[in-house]
């Protein structure tokens, strides 16, 4: 009999908890959102939040707000929404630089992927590889002969030890057989006035920085390094065209939560980033930065993270083989 009782009253609990959670779910969002964006305000990355932001705000029926905590190439405000409380409450508006990069250049106190749940991939955008005016190549092809005729001459401007730049350089290197020295700024925009003065030769540049320079005539661009061409550059070849298959860097951006946020809680945010990005106003701004937005049928948590896994198996065997480690 007192089993009985017992065991009527473990599935009334089991029962509650389940309702309460469900209803739970329901009711979110009831409170602001925070959202945090592991770098300073002002960039690419914290602009492109904001605007997801406003999005998800009106979707939702509460406010995102946006709170940047910087430090540690991101991994500060990263390693805080890991430990924070799965409630959705929280989230992490990051990039290939947190997710991916920082795993294999830093040593982290939390694990970029069994600490979190994904939500979505809000878009990429496709670097170009430019070199200085006077360079003597007008191609990619010819860039990498006179670079075979050159080895260890010519140096390359990268955003940072660890960085896009950086690794893409390697993976250039290695893909065509070329030697060239990498040259780390504190980001990307230093490496500009040196590469239109020919301080340095070459570079990998975001289209918002590279793209301005290159049609005043100050510098010159020989592929864009994806497998199609960009709608902001149409007449710039790819580098799988132009001679360097495989050389891709392609700088993303993407959402998650801390792990154990329940499921119909990611659902619902993962709905509000797809309000977000179908907004008009909102899918302006972005094509404005040359980032290419994720199709709509692909906006979904599964989606992001088999890409996830996709970006660490591509590019940890090369950043581990170079020895790559930030600050060294």
């Known amino acids: 009999m007192r089993r009985r009782q017992f065991l009527h009253l473990a599935a009334g609990t089991a029962a509650y908890s389940a309702w309460m959670r469900s209803a739970s779910a329901q009711a979110f969002p009831s409170r602001s959102i925070t959202m945090v964006v592991p770098v300073p305000a002002g960039g690419a990355l914290d602009t492109n939040a904001r605007l997801v932001a406003s999005g998800m705000s009106a979707a939702l029926g509460q406010t995102v707000v946006i709170e940047n905590v910087t430090g540690a190439s991101g991994s500060t405000g990263t390693g805080r929404v890991a430990r924070s409380a799965p409630d959705g409450y929280t989230l992490i508006y990051g990039a290939n630089v947190t997710h991916v990069l920082n795993a294999a250049v830093l040593n982290l106190n939390y694990d970029v992927v069994a600490d979190f749940e994904p939500i979505a991939l809000i878009g990429k955008t496709p670097w170009f590889f ?95 390094l994806t497998n199609k061409r960009t709608a ?53 701004k972005f094509a404005e930065q040359s980032y290419e937005l994720t199709p709509r049928e692909q906006l979904t948590p599964e989606h992001l993270a088999a890409f996830h896994k996709s970006e660490m198996d591509k590019w940890f065997p090369i950043i581990k083989a170079a020895g790559i480690k930030a600050g060294g």
């Open 232 to 284: 902001n550059a149409p007449d710039i070849p790819t580098v799988d065209e132009a001679g360097a298959p495989g050389v891709h860097m392609e700088p993303w951006q993407a959402i998650w939560a801390p792990k154990g946020t329940p499921k119909d809680v990611i659902s619902r945010l993962n709905a509000a980033v797809a309000s977000a990005l179908s907004d008009e106003a909102i899918s302006k």
């Open 130 to 224: 430019a070199a200085k005016q006077d360079l003597p190549a007008n191609n990619l092809r010819e860039m990498i002969a006179w670079l075979k005729q050159n080895p260890d001459k010519a140096s390359l401007g990268t955003a940072g030890q660890g960085s896009p730049s950086h690794i893409a350089g390697v993976l250039f290197q290695n893909v065509t057989g070329t030697k060239f020295q990498l040259i780390p700024y504190r980001g990307v925009a230093p490496v500009i006035p040196d590469l239109v003065s020919g301080q340095i030769e070459l570079s990998i540049l975001d289209p918002i920085t590279s793209l301005p320079q290159f049609r005043a005539g100050k510098i010159k661009i020989f592929a864009v």
